[in-house]
Structures are given as C-alpha cells and as structure tokens.
C-alpha cells in the first residue's frame, strides 16, 4: 500500500491557461474521488468514479472542468482557461466500494495539488 | 447555513491534556462519521470511523455520535505537541458512492 499519490505537488499558472492533475489511487481502489479545498474550509466534493465510470458531480464543477479514469486506475483532471478563484488545493482520495451507489470503505486521501493562479 | 458545523479554532492546550473537538450537522441522513487530521501542506488523514451513533476508542482517540442530538466528538487524551494539526469532521449519507461533506476544520495546537 503505497498511498494515493498525486502530481504535480504544486502548479503555478497564468489566469487562462489550462492545467492538468493527475491522480494514482492505491492500486486495489475502485472508487476515486476529486475534492477541493481553499485556506480555512474543509475540503468539498467535486466528482466520483466507480472504476472507470464517473458516477456523480457537483454543481461547483463547472463545465471548465474534465475528469477521466479511462482505464479504471488513475484519473486526471483538467481546468481549462483558469481564473483567479480556481486557485486551491485539489484533494485526489480512494475507497474500496461493492456496489455503485453504496457505502463502501472510508476514503484514503492524497497530499493534493496546490494550484496558484497568477 | 452549513450543513455541518465546526469551530475553527484555534484551540490552544497544555502537553497531557484532554482536548474536546466537536461539530454539528443538520442532515438527518448522515449516517457515517469520520474524523481526519490534516498536517499543514500535507492531505487529510483518517483517525476515526464510526457507523451511526455510539463510542469508538482507538489507542489516545475516543469518537462518539449523537444522532438524536446530531452531534459528534473526537477526544484525544494525553495531547503531543505532535497532535498540533487541523482536525476535520467529515459525514456522509452513504447513498450515491461515499461522497463526504466536511466540517471547516479545527486548528489545535498542543504546548510544551
């Protein structure tokens, strides 16, 4: 078990640029997870995936906003034509879930990447 | 207002001592409970876990839920300075997937 990691660690960008994270979950994880998080709140939800199937978003993912998990293992995301609010950290976590829909196991959590817009 | 609520802090304590985080939610179907503790620049890590109402201890940790009164607890006895973190409640419905809506966090920092 080697954690979920995430890269890069830190992005700096110019406001209209597009960017990309990307996300390895911990390899027997099904289930992987988008988060951010700006200084001083707690981290809010932005997607999920079920192996390769993303199953859910939030309204706070506007349409600037692309994920994947092709192959059901790691995930990236993508923000096109960035603006200054857009600057956060973007929390990549993993679970282990039976069924689309269900519980399943509590998320494990990446060290994120810290996204700075210029 | 949000649905789940928690005192920034921050919480400022002697070495040794019992701390008493706490936060509280308005969504009726939560059901899963976690606690996580999250280091600056670093992600959040899983502490506690817990299913409906009741008790957890896990070595210094203790989590309680209080569905009736839709209120959680993390206790933490005999604080390290290397306690001193943010702690983050997070609760989920259960349904579609796990996703978690999160406390903002509570900024705790243990004294030598």
């Known amino acids: 078990d080697t954690g979920v990691s995430q890269d890069p660690r830190h992005k700096i960008t110019k406001r209209g640029q597009n960017v990309t994270f990307r996300c390895d979950p911990i390899?027997?994880?099904?289930?992987l997870y988008w988060y951010r998080q700006t200084l001083g709140q707690g981290p809010e939800f932005l997607t999920y995936?079920?192996?390769?199937?993303?199953?859910?978003k939030s309204r706070l993912l506007s349409d600037r906003f692309s994920a994947e998990r092709p192959k059901g293992s790691f995930s990236t995301l993508e923000i096109q034509r960035t603006e200054q609010g857009d600057s956060a950290m973007y929390l990549c976590?993993?679970?282990?879930?039976?069924?689309?829909?269900?519980?399943?196991?509590?998320?494990?959590f990446g060290d994120g990447t810290r996204l700075s817009i210029l | 207002q949000k649905e789940v609520e928690q005192d920034p802090g921050p919480l400022s304590v002697p070495e040794g001592a019992i701390v008493s985080l706490n936060c509280t939610y308005s969504?009726?179907?939560?059901?899963?409970f976690m606690w996580y503790r999250q280091y600056s620049r670093k992600g959040p890590e899983l502490l506690m876990y817990?299913?409906?109402?009741g008790n957890k201890e896990d070595g210094r940790f203790t989590a309680q839920v209080d569905k009736s009164s839709k209120y959680i607890s993390l206790f933490i006895r005999d604080s390290q300075p290397s306690d001193s973190a943010t702690y983050l409640c997070?609760?989920?419905?259960?349904?579609?997937?796990?996703?978690?809506?999160f406390g903002t966090g509570t900024q705790l920092k243990v004294e030598l």
């Open positions: 976590a993993s679970s282990l879930g039976f069924n689309a829909g269900s519980f399943g196991q509590p998320q494990h």
């Open positions: 997070a609760m989920s419905a259960g349904g579609g997937g796990n996703k978690l809506t």
């Open positions: 995936f079920q192996n390769e199937a993303q199953l859910e």
């Open positions: 390899s027997e994880h099904n289930r």
């Open positions: 817990t299913y409906s109402s």
């Open positions: 969504n009726s179907a939560f059901q899963y």
